[in-house]
């Protein structure tokens, strides 16, 4: 790993990403559930990393992933090649207008993974609402926001998430594949699944083409059933719901208040119960 970053970062890691759903306004609603120390910790739908980052002091190792091969490459950027991929987000900071932004987002050739998780950070800053939504070929098609000056990089913020990334294995893997881990007794998982809709207009599974069915949030929970019946320590955030309510039956549901981040009507943006799901 070739990251040059102070041995004590001035900053504690937190998220680097703007990420629809994203855990960061909800940690404290979080923390009494979380474990004091964790051996290893798993995360298999990462997003924005705010649950990784927070907890980063009490892991000794992660195992981080997300079906999205770009946030992984990002994520492994951050921690192999932070300073070059600073000088890249500089570069896009100096030249941005909405013409650059379009001209980036465009480009589908490809690059080097450092030059791919430079775009995928510049157009995360400076697009609009930071929503990440991809059309049917997988190419990114969020128009630009209005930001006049956007924070496109930001070097110590960059660092501390490299250096808690340094013992993080990150990768492309299906939540499934944890049922093959051999997890031990003073691990933890946490699932931060695409929510499941809370009417037919809802729109929380369409922000990549991966989507995220009904089907799949079943097969998510019969997971989770059967880490808890290893006695696994889990943890899994959903939207309140009957779905929901009926898949996990028989575990600790815990409403947790969150504002509606991501709604084209800022009148619609309240709070509203979500569920934090928790093994015995």
């Known amino acids: 790993m070739t990251a040059a970053f102070p041995a004590t970062p001035t900053l504690p ?3 680097f990403l703007k990420w629809a759903g994203g855990k960061g306004r909800l940690l404290s609603q979080y923390e ?3 474990p004091s120390a964790i051996d290893t910790y798993y995360e298999p739908f990462l997003g924005g990393g705010a649950v990784f980052f927070h907890l980063a002091g009490r892991v000794r ?3 981080l992933g997300d079906i999205n091969p770009e946030l992984v490459n990002v994520y492994c950027c951050v921690r192999d090649q932070v300073e070059t ?3 890249h987000l500089w570069d896009h900071q100096r030249r941005h207008t909405p013409d650059y932004y379009y001209q980036v987002r465009q480009r589908q050739e490809l690059r080097s993974p450092v030059e791919r998780a ?3 950070i510049y157009l995360n800053k400076t697009c609009y609402n930071g929503l990440y939504r991809e059309n049917s070929q997988g190419h990114f098609n969020v128009p630009v926001g209005k930001y006049k000056n956007p924070a496109i990089c930001d070097p110590s913020l960059l660092r501390a998430a490299a250096a808690a990334l340094q013992t993080a294995e990150i990768q492309t893997f299906p939540f499934e594949q944890l ?3 051999a ?4 691990d933890f998982v946490y699932f931060d699944p695409p929510y499941h809709p809370l009417s037919s207009t809802s729109s929380f599974t369409s922000y990549s083409r991966y989507g995220f069915t009904g089907a799949d949030q079943a097969r998510l929970a019969a997971v989770f059933r059967t880490l808890a019946a290893r006695g696994q320590r889990a943890m899994l955030s959903n939207s309140d719901c009957a779905y929901v309510r009926e898949l996990y039956q028989g575990f600790a549901l815990h409403p947790i208040l969150a504002a509606r981040a991501i709604n084209s009507r800022a009148g619609r943006r309240g709070k509203i119960n979500e569920l934090l799901i928790t093994t015995p």
């Open 13 to 15: 890691p937190r998220p």
């Open 32 to 34: 009494p559930f979380f």
């Open 61 to 63: 190792r992660a195992v």
């Open 85 to 87: 991929l600073i000088r």
């Open 118 to 120: 430079a775009r995928l």
């Open 179 to 181: 049922l093959e881990r």
């Open 183 to 186: 997890l031990a007794p003073d």
